[in-house]
């Protein structure tokens, strides 16, 4: 079954603990994304990749760090979280397009709640 | 100001109306567009996309972009009960063409 996969799904941690949020895909795709939702703030991203060793910021970066060793893993990695950090995370990944960039059929991990105390 | 905006409802319909949901974006450069729905406590999906203007059809939605106004809408035709969730517009920007830009989302309502 094609699938993205998200490790923790559930985690509450205390400031400045560093975690590892972990994604991986099934499918072969090239694209790679994060993203934190927030009620009222929408889906918001926050590092993506457009293949191995290939990684950029998006939207809110900060306070977090990625790496893309492997074509089907895309870790999150908080180095030292803060309460403002709190949020549902979304892993999601797509093929490239022709034309360079991601195709619109993101797929999507089921999410991980992180509260950070 | 957001660089997507959508109304954040909620948006109530009776079943077997048209819903219309609006989406608005400010960087005239955004070249791609997308509707994704978000059931509650799930995963957004992709319903539609949408790259050039006019209107797009695909059984009961139809997607409607207008580049000039920079405007893009949703119609769900014949709406069910089980249409109600968030609706999610995104955009590709133009700058490098790899990073979306989600709204906030329009949670839509479709009472029996």
């Known amino acids: 079954e094609a699938q993205v996969t998200q490790n923790p799904r559930y985690l509450i941690t205390v400031t400045g603990k560093k975690l590892t949020v972990t994604c991986s895909q099934n499918?072969?795709?090239?694209?790679m994304s994060w993203y934190r939702q927030d009620p009222g703030l929408g889906l918001r991203q926050i590092y993506y990749?457009?293949?191995?060793?290939?990684?950029d910021k998006g939207d809110v970066p900060e306070g977090y760090k990625v790496s893309r060793k492997e074509k089907r893993n895309f870790p999150l990695i908080l180095e030292s979280p803060s309460p403002n950090q709190t949020s549902l995370y979304f892993c999601?990944?797509?093929?490239?397009?022709?034309?360079?960039?991601?195709?619109?059929?993101?797929?999507f991990g089921p999410g991980t709640r992180l509260t950070v105390l | 100001q957001k660089e997507v905006e959508q109304n954040s409802g909620p948006l109530s319909v009776p079943e077997g109306a048209i819903a219309s949901l609006n989406c608005t974006y400010s960087d005239r450069g955004s070249q791609s567009f997308f509707w994704y729905r978000q059931y509650s406590g799930k995963s957004p999906e992709l319903i539609m996309f949408i790259y050039s203007n006019g209107d797009k059809e695909d059984g009961r939605f139809t997607a409607q972009l207008n580049k000039a106004s920079q405007y893009v809408s949703l119609l769900i035709r014949d709406s069910q009960p089980s249409d109600s969730a968030t609706y999610l517009c995104a955009v590709i920007r133009d700058n490098y063409g790899q990073n979306f830009v989600f709204g906030p989302g329009t949670r839509l309502s479709v009472l029996p």
């Open positions: 999601a990944s797509s093929l490239i397009t022709n034309s360079g960039g991601p195709a619109g059929t993101q797929y």
């Open positions: 990749s457009m293949n191995v060793e290939v990684t």
């Open positions: 499918m072969n795709h090239e694209y």
